[in-house]
């Protein structure tokens, strides 16, 4: 029977201490999507043990986009820690990642909780305020290249996230055409609309996918909607700025 536990240690060290993996499943070819979820699970609890602290969740895979980029056809979940937060408009370590890269996305902060089957009115009931976002997503695998079942072991790739300015609840974020640009030349261009054709279906989604786990989301979670783009590479001294329209920019750079 493979030891869980034990893959968890392995891939939250390889996320510890900025270091490149084999796929877990080359040597675990029986490991299926619920196992990654408990490794998941284990390697959280891990951090948890350290001092950090769940902020929110995320969900990942939400648009055809990143579907292509990353060869997966299912949406997938995982978590956010305190520790994974950045100032926005502050500097990114470099040397904290292995290949990181970086996406547009839409944040909800909910003032409710949210768990199980939810229409997308009551999703909306449970939000606070919404804010254009970015999340670095780093795979901990050799060359970026996983299953499904690796990927949501390694958090799905989640490692560090900005949000910008909030705004309320009420704005519509059906289509909000939004420009991502290194270095003041547009690398993304796309809508909220490419994810799942509205964000509200991501969180709707959310809230069904963690009551499977038993979980619900908790009052002042942040959760973010995934990326409405393909994700960009990050390197050193570039100046990365997302502008949402009628919702503001944020930006940050990448240093050491």
Same mark, same amino acid.
């Given at each position: ?60 895979? @939400? ?9 997966? /056809? ?6 956010? !820690?305190?520790? +994974? ?9 470099? /040397? ?35 804010? =254009? ?5 780093d795979s901990r695998y050799k ?12 958090? /799905? ?10 705004? =309320? ?22 809508? @909220? ?5 509205? =964000? ?28 409405? @783009?393909?994700?960009? =590479? ?7 700025? !997302?502008?949402?329209?009628? +919702?503001?920019?944020?930006?940050? !750079?990448?240093?050491?």
């Amino acid at each position: 029977m493979t030891n869980l536990a034990k893959l968890a240690e392995i891939v939250d060290e390889a996320s510890r201490t900025a270091t490149a993996i084999p796929q877990l499943t080359i040597a675990n070819p029986e490991l299926g999507p619920d196992d990654g979820y408990a490794i998941q699970a284990l390697a959280m609890a891990r951090r948890y043990a350290r001092g950090e602290r769940r902020v929110g969740m995320k969900m990942g895979l @939400t648009s055809r986009a990143k579907m292509i980029q990353v060869g997966v /056809s299912e949406m997938c979940w995982w978590r956010l !820690t305190d520790a +994974m937060r950045v100032e926005e408009g502050g500097v990114l370590s470099r /040397s904290r990642f292995i290949h990181p890269r970086v996406e547009p996305e839409i944040a909800f902060l909910l003032k409710k909780p949210l768990s199980g089957d939810v229409s997308a009115m009551e999703a909306m009931a449970a939000v606070e305020a919404v804010a =254009p976002a970015m999340e670095i997503i780093d795979s901990r695998y050799k060359d970026f290249k996983f299953t499904w079942a690796d990927v949501v072991a390694d958090n /799905s790739s989640s490692s560090a996230f900005f949000i910008g300015q909030w705004s =309320p609840p009420d704005l519509d974020i059906s289509n909000r055409g939004l420009v991502m640009e290194v270095d003041s030349r547009p690398v993304q261009v796309g809508s @909220t609309a490419a994810i799942l054709g509205h =964000p509200v279906r991501s969180l709707v989604a959310a809230a069904r996918l963690v009551a499977k786990w038993g979980e619900r989301l908790e009052p002042g979670y942040i959760v973010m909607a995934g990326g409405a @783009t393909a994700a960009h =590479p990050l390197s050193v001294g570039q100046y990365v700025r !997302t502008s949402m329209r009628g +919702m503001g920019s944020l930006s940050f !750079t990448v240093g050491e």
